[in-house]
Protein backbone atom coordinates (compact mmCIF):
# COMPACT_ATOMS: atom_id res chain seq x y z
CA UNK A 1 0.00 0.00 0.00
CA UNK A 2 1.32 3.57 -0.83
CA UNK A 3 0.82 6.18 2.12
CA UNK A 4 -2.35 7.97 3.12
CA UNK A 5 -2.87 11.32 1.51
CA UNK A 6 -3.33 14.02 3.86
CA UNK A 7 -7.01 14.19 4.65
CA UNK A 8 -7.38 17.67 5.53
CA UNK A 9 -6.77 20.54 3.51
CA UNK A 10 -5.08 23.98 4.43
CA UNK A 11 -2.84 22.03 6.84
CA UNK A 12 -0.45 24.97 8.26
CA UNK A 13 -2.03 25.98 12.29
CA UNK A 14 -4.56 28.15 12.00
CA UNK A 15 -3.48 31.57 12.60
CA UNK A 16 -6.44 32.38 15.05
CA UNK A 17 -6.04 32.11 18.74
CA UNK A 18 -6.86 28.75 19.63
CA UNK A 19 -8.13 29.07 23.25
CA UNK A 20 -10.93 31.35 21.47
CA UNK A 21 -11.62 29.24 17.93
CA UNK A 22 -12.50 25.75 20.49
CA UNK A 23 -15.33 27.50 21.29
CA UNK A 24 -16.55 28.20 17.67
CA UNK A 25 -18.93 25.31 16.00
CA UNK A 26 -18.16 23.61 13.14
CA UNK A 27 -19.30 24.32 10.06
CA UNK A 28 -21.02 21.30 7.87
CA UNK A 29 -22.89 21.50 4.74
CA UNK A 30 -24.45 19.73 2.21
CA UNK A 31 -27.37 20.18 -1.19
CA UNK A 32 -29.84 19.02 1.51
CA UNK A 33 -30.33 16.57 3.98
CA UNK A 34 -27.70 14.21 3.24
CA UNK A 35 -25.10 15.56 5.12
CA UNK A 36 -27.23 14.93 8.17
CA UNK A 37 -25.98 11.42 7.97
CA UNK A 38 -22.14 13.04 8.36
CA UNK A 39 -23.60 15.88 11.30
CA UNK A 40 -25.49 12.64 13.26
CA UNK A 41 -21.71 10.55 13.04
CA UNK A 42 -19.66 14.06 14.07
CA UNK A 43 -22.06 14.56 17.01
CA UNK A 44 -21.48 11.06 18.13
CA UNK A 45 -17.74 11.06 17.80
CA UNK A 46 -17.95 14.71 19.04
CA UNK A 47 -20.73 14.86 21.60
CA UNK A 48 -19.27 18.54 22.97
CA UNK A 49 -19.21 20.25 20.00
CA UNK A 50 -21.19 22.79 18.50
CA UNK A 51 -21.84 22.64 14.88
CA UNK A 52 -23.81 24.65 12.02
CA UNK A 53 -25.33 22.67 9.24
CA UNK A 54 -26.51 24.41 6.07
CA UNK A 55 -28.12 22.52 3.50
CA UNK A 56 -28.72 24.30 0.36
CA UNK A 57 -32.56 22.79 -0.79
CA UNK A 58 -33.35 25.12 -3.14
CA UNK A 59 -30.59 24.22 -5.49
CA UNK A 60 -31.10 21.19 -4.82
CA UNK A 61 -29.66 18.00 -6.63
CA UNK A 62 -26.00 19.34 -7.52
CA UNK A 63 -25.30 15.56 -9.04
CA UNK A 64 -26.82 16.49 -12.12
CA UNK A 65 -25.23 19.90 -12.73
CA UNK A 66 -21.83 21.42 -14.27
CA UNK A 67 -18.88 20.95 -11.68
CA UNK A 68 -17.97 24.77 -12.20
CA UNK A 69 -21.58 25.16 -10.92
CA UNK A 70 -21.49 23.09 -7.57
CA UNK A 71 -17.79 24.37 -6.83
CA UNK A 72 -19.47 28.06 -7.16
CA UNK A 73 -22.25 27.04 -5.16
CA UNK A 74 -19.88 25.55 -2.41
CA UNK A 75 -18.47 28.99 -2.16
CA UNK A 76 -21.58 30.58 -1.58
CA UNK A 77 -22.68 28.15 1.46
CA UNK A 78 -19.36 28.37 2.84
CA UNK A 79 -19.41 32.05 2.94
CA UNK A 80 -22.69 31.78 5.14
CA UNK A 81 -21.11 29.51 7.85
CA UNK A 82 -17.91 31.33 7.75
CA UNK A 83 -19.39 34.53 8.28
CA UNK A 84 -21.10 33.60 11.04
CA UNK A 85 -18.01 31.60 12.47
CA UNK A 86 -16.68 28.17 12.70
CA UNK A 87 -13.35 27.13 13.11
CA UNK A 88 -13.46 23.83 10.46
CA UNK A 89 -15.73 23.02 7.82
CA UNK A 90 -17.19 19.82 6.94
CA UNK A 91 -17.95 19.63 3.11
CA UNK A 92 -20.73 16.51 3.57
CA UNK A 93 -21.27 16.09 0.09
CA UNK A 94 -19.40 13.93 -2.54
CA UNK A 95 -20.82 16.09 -5.55
CA UNK A 96 -19.16 19.24 -3.35
CA UNK A 97 -15.77 17.44 -2.25
CA UNK A 98 -14.92 16.31 -5.67
CA UNK A 99 -14.88 19.30 -7.07
CA UNK A 100 -14.64 22.48 -4.92
CA UNK A 101 -11.56 21.26 -2.44
CA UNK A 102 -9.11 23.88 -4.34
CA UNK A 103 -11.44 26.87 -4.67
CA UNK A 104 -12.22 26.28 -0.93
CA UNK A 105 -8.59 26.10 0.33
CA UNK A 106 -7.83 28.90 -1.94
CA UNK A 107 -10.90 31.24 -0.64
CA UNK A 108 -10.32 30.38 3.13
CA UNK A 109 -6.65 29.60 3.58
CA UNK A 110 -6.66 29.57 7.60
CA UNK A 111 -9.45 27.63 7.51
CA UNK A 112 -9.35 23.64 7.84
CA UNK A 113 -11.55 21.65 5.62
CA UNK A 114 -12.29 18.14 4.80
CA UNK A 115 -14.37 16.88 2.67
CA UNK A 116 -15.98 12.98 2.59
CA UNK A 117 -14.63 11.21 -0.76
CA UNK A 118 -11.15 10.94 1.27
CA UNK A 119 -12.29 9.38 4.29
CA UNK A 120 -14.88 7.00 2.16
CA UNK A 121 -11.98 6.32 0.13
CA UNK A 122 -9.82 5.42 2.76
CA UNK A 123 -12.51 3.57 4.36
CA UNK A 124 -13.38 1.44 1.48
CA UNK A 125 -9.25 0.07 0.74
CA UNK A 126 -9.43 -0.87 4.81
CA UNK A 127 -12.65 -2.88 3.92
CA UNK A 128 -11.54 -4.68 0.56
CA UNK A 129 -9.03 -7.31 1.04
CA UNK A 130 -8.90 -8.00 -2.79
CA UNK A 131 -8.95 -4.46 -3.60
CA UNK A 132 -12.32 -4.59 -5.54
CA UNK A 133 -14.58 -1.67 -4.97
CA UNK A 134 -17.74 -0.49 -6.74
CA UNK A 135 -18.70 2.97 -6.15
CA UNK A 136 -22.35 4.41 -6.65
CA UNK A 137 -22.26 8.37 -6.26
CA UNK A 138 -24.38 11.13 -8.17
CA UNK A 139 -23.47 11.75 -11.71
CA UNK A 140 -21.42 14.68 -10.95
CA UNK A 141 -19.10 12.64 -8.20
CA UNK A 142 -19.23 9.95 -10.91
CA UNK A 143 -18.13 11.89 -13.73
CA UNK A 144 -15.03 13.95 -11.71
CA UNK A 145 -13.89 10.27 -10.92
CA UNK A 146 -12.77 11.92 -7.69
CA UNK A 147 -13.29 8.14 -6.26
CA UNK A 148 -11.25 6.35 -8.79
CA UNK A 149 -8.06 8.90 -7.98
CA UNK A 150 -8.34 8.75 -4.51
CA UNK A 151 -8.57 4.53 -4.50
CA UNK A 152 -5.65 4.27 -6.64
CA UNK A 153 -3.61 6.61 -4.41
CA UNK A 154 -4.00 4.18 -1.49
CA UNK A 155 -4.41 1.20 -3.54
CA UNK A 156 -2.61 1.40 -7.18
CA UNK A 157 -3.73 -2.40 -7.90
CA UNK A 158 -7.40 -1.85 -6.79
CA UNK A 159 -9.88 -2.86 -9.78
CA UNK A 160 -12.76 0.09 -9.05
CA UNK A 161 -16.56 0.17 -10.90
CA UNK A 162 -18.49 3.25 -10.56
CA UNK A 163 -21.84 3.72 -11.34
CA UNK A 164 -24.43 7.13 -10.91
CA UNK A 165 -27.08 6.52 -9.30
CA UNK A 166 -28.93 9.65 -9.48
CA UNK A 167 -32.37 8.48 -8.57
CA UNK A 168 -31.55 7.28 -5.27
CA UNK A 169 -31.33 11.58 -4.28
CA UNK A 170 -34.99 11.86 -5.16
CA UNK A 171 -35.90 9.36 -3.45
CA UNK A 172 -34.04 10.01 -0.08
CA UNK A 173 -35.17 13.51 -0.20
CA UNK A 174 -39.10 11.66 -0.42
CA UNK A 175 -38.11 10.28 2.45
CA UNK A 176 -38.44 7.20 0.54
CA UNK A 177 -36.47 4.49 2.03
CA UNK A 178 -37.96 1.13 1.15
CA UNK A 179 -40.60 -0.79 -0.51
CA UNK A 180 -40.91 -2.20 -4.08
CA UNK A 181 -40.16 1.36 -5.76
CA UNK A 182 -36.55 1.23 -4.24
CA UNK A 183 -36.12 -1.90 -5.03
CA UNK A 184 -36.69 -2.20 -8.70
CA UNK A 185 -34.44 1.12 -8.42
CA UNK A 186 -31.76 -0.24 -6.70
CA UNK A 187 -31.73 -3.47 -9.16
CA UNK A 188 -31.89 -1.56 -11.90
CA UNK A 189 -28.30 0.64 -10.73
CA UNK A 190 -26.73 -2.31 -8.70
CA UNK A 191 -27.10 -5.67 -10.90
CA UNK A 192 -24.84 -4.05 -13.71
CA UNK A 193 -22.82 -2.58 -11.87
CA UNK A 194 -22.39 -6.38 -9.79
CA UNK A 195 -21.86 -7.82 -12.96
CA UNK A 196 -18.79 -5.66 -13.21
CA UNK A 197 -17.36 -7.89 -10.83
CA UNK A 198 -17.35 -11.83 -12.47
CA UNK A 199 -15.86 -14.11 -9.74
CA UNK A 200 -17.99 -13.66 -6.54
CA UNK A 201 -18.55 -9.73 -6.66
CA UNK A 202 -16.85 -6.66 -5.35
CA UNK A 203 -15.27 -6.85 -1.80
CA UNK A 204 -17.33 -3.57 -0.98
CA UNK A 205 -19.63 -1.16 -1.97
CA UNK A 206 -19.04 2.42 -1.76
CA UNK A 207 -22.06 5.23 -0.83
CA UNK A 208 -20.71 7.83 -2.40
CA UNK A 209 -23.22 9.73 -1.38
CA UNK A 210 -24.51 11.42 1.69
CA UNK A 211 -28.14 10.25 0.69
CA UNK A 212 -27.63 7.30 0.24
CA UNK A 213 -27.00 5.59 3.94
CA UNK A 214 -30.83 5.99 4.68
CA UNK A 215 -31.13 3.52 1.70
CA UNK A 216 -28.50 1.25 2.71
CA UNK A 217 -31.05 -1.47 4.16
CA UNK A 218 -32.71 -1.79 0.20
CA UNK A 219 -29.32 -1.47 -1.11
CA UNK A 220 -27.77 -4.19 0.64
CA UNK A 221 -30.68 -6.54 -0.09
CA UNK A 222 -30.14 -6.36 -3.76
CA UNK A 223 -26.54 -7.31 -3.45
CA UNK A 224 -24.71 -10.87 -3.42
CA UNK A 225 -23.70 -11.87 -0.06
CA UNK A 226 -20.50 -10.59 1.72
CA UNK A 227 -20.08 -7.21 0.02
CA UNK A 228 -20.37 -4.58 2.61
CA UNK A 229 -21.59 -1.26 2.79
CA UNK A 230 -18.90 2.01 3.48
CA UNK A 231 -20.63 5.22 4.66
CA UNK A 232 -17.88 7.59 4.62
CA UNK A 233 -19.71 9.48 7.59
CA UNK A 234 -17.67 7.38 10.42
CA UNK A 235 -13.87 7.61 8.74
CA UNK A 236 -14.95 11.74 8.21
CA UNK A 237 -16.00 12.01 12.17
CA UNK A 238 -13.02 10.71 12.75
CA UNK A 239 -10.39 12.19 11.01
CA UNK A 240 -12.12 15.76 12.16
CA UNK A 241 -11.77 14.95 15.85
CA UNK A 242 -8.30 14.01 15.21
CA UNK A 243 -7.59 17.09 13.38
CA UNK A 244 -9.42 19.39 15.91
CA UNK A 245 -7.49 17.19 18.43
CA UNK A 246 -4.31 18.05 16.75
CA UNK A 247 -4.84 21.76 16.22
CA UNK A 248 -5.99 22.12 20.37
CA UNK A 249 -9.22 23.02 18.34
CA UNK A 250 -11.44 20.77 20.61
CA UNK A 251 -14.12 22.19 22.76
CA UNK A 252 -13.32 21.40 26.46
CA UNK A 253 -15.40 19.02 28.37
CA UNK A 254 -19.04 20.81 28.63
CA UNK A 255 -20.78 18.13 31.01
CA UNK A 256 -23.66 15.58 29.97
CA UNK A 257 -24.31 15.30 26.44
CA UNK A 258 -26.25 17.90 24.56
CA UNK A 259 -29.25 17.52 22.52
CA UNK A 260 -29.45 18.76 18.74
CA UNK A 261 -31.45 21.60 19.77
CA UNK A 262 -28.63 22.81 22.30
CA UNK A 263 -25.81 22.12 19.93
CA UNK A 264 -26.52 22.48 16.32
CA UNK A 265 -27.91 25.12 14.19
CA UNK A 266 -29.52 24.72 10.91
CA UNK A 267 -30.13 26.75 7.97
CA UNK A 268 -32.01 25.73 4.95
CA UNK A 269 -32.01 27.91 1.24
CA UNK A 270 -35.48 26.49 1.17
CA UNK A 271 -38.69 25.32 3.16
CA UNK A 272 -37.45 24.65 6.62
CA UNK A 273 -40.75 22.54 7.28
CA UNK A 274 -39.63 20.41 4.29
CA UNK A 275 -35.99 20.23 5.93
CA UNK A 276 -37.33 19.39 9.16
CA UNK A 277 -39.31 16.44 8.31
CA UNK A 278 -37.15 14.36 5.86
CA UNK A 279 -33.87 15.67 8.32
CA UNK A 280 -35.37 13.55 10.93
CA UNK A 281 -34.97 10.62 8.84
CA UNK A 282 -31.15 11.12 8.15
CA UNK A 283 -30.55 12.55 11.18
CA UNK A 284 -32.35 10.25 13.26
CA UNK A 285 -33.92 12.45 15.76
CA UNK A 286 -36.85 14.87 15.77
CA UNK A 287 -36.54 18.54 14.28
CA UNK A 288 -38.93 21.17 14.00
CA UNK A 289 -39.32 23.40 11.42
CA UNK A 290 -38.81 26.26 14.21
CA UNK A 291 -35.19 25.26 14.87
CA UNK A 292 -34.09 25.68 11.05
CA UNK A 293 -33.25 29.19 9.72
CA UNK A 294 -34.41 29.97 5.93
CA UNK A 295 -31.39 31.70 4.22
CA UNK A 296 -30.52 33.04 1.04
CA UNK A 297 -27.07 32.84 -0.44
N1 LIG B 1 -25.52 14.51 -0.98
C1 LIG B 1 -24.76 14.94 -2.07
C2 LIG B 1 -23.56 14.04 -2.33
O1 LIG B 1 -23.02 13.47 -1.39
C3 LIG B 1 -25.42 15.47 -3.30
C4 LIG B 1 -26.70 14.95 -3.80
C5 LIG B 1 -27.24 15.87 -4.88
O2 LIG B 1 -27.55 17.02 -4.53
O3 LIG B 1 -27.30 15.45 -6.05
O4 LIG B 1 -23.10 13.93 -3.44
Known amino acids: MTPTPSPVHNSPTMSTDTSTSAHLPIGVFDSGVGGLTVLRALRRAMPNENFLYLGDTARLPYGTKSGATVARYALQTTRVLVDIGVKMLVVACNTASSVAMPGL ?13 EPGAAAACEAAPRGRIAVIATGGTVRG ?25 ALAEEGWTDGQVVTDIARRYLDPLMAEFPEGGPDCLVLGCTHFPV ?5 QAVLPQ ?34 VKESVRFFATDDPE ?6 EIFLGEPLSPSDVTLVDL
Open 105 to 117: SEAYPGLPCTGVI
Open 145 to 169: AAYQGAILRRRPEATIATRPAQLFV
Open 215 to 219: LAQAI
Open 226 to 259: GVCLIDSAETTARWVAEELGARGLLRPEAGAPRS
Open 274 to 279: RFARVG
